[in-house]
């Protein structure tokens, strides 16, 4: 069992930053493949970056060179820095982890980030 506990969400300006952290327990966080995902109100969870164990680095079209997911697999965390915030990336972001070899999932319970006009 892995629990995924977010946290470093909050309100920022349009313009602004954020940092977001997920903090994993267990002892397969280097093995897995780690995610950020988010939803909006009113919408579908969408995907937002992902990280392999090996580093390799997967985004959405959109958050392209505004957000950066790291991991520190040292410390069981994983970041997603955010930077030039639009109110199109208000949601609750969540952190997903997929553990291999089972493939078994696990989800955060979540972080909000508002960001206004």
């Known amino acids: 069992q892995v629990q995924l506990v977010e946290s470093g969400g909050g309100s920022v300006q349009a313009g602004g930053s954020l940092t977001l952290s997920c903090r994993a327990s267990?002892?397969?966080?280097?093995?897995?493949?780690m995610a950020w995902y988010r939803q909006a109100p009113g919408k579908l969870r969408e995907y937002v970056a992902r990280i392999f164990n090996n580093g390799q680095t997967n985004y959405l079209e959109s958050v392209k060179g505004r957000f950066t997911v790291s991991r520190d697999d040292a410390k069981n965390t994983l970041t997603l820095q955010m930077n030039s915030l639009e109110p199109e990336d208000t949601g609750v972001y969540y952190c997903?982890?997929?553990?291999?070899?089972?493939?078994?999932?696990?989800w955060g319970q979540g972080t909000q980030v508002t960001v206004s006009s």
């Open positions: 997903s982890s997929v553990v291999r070899p089972s493939l078994d999932v696990y």
């Open positions: 267990g002892r397969t966080f280097s093995s897995s493949t």
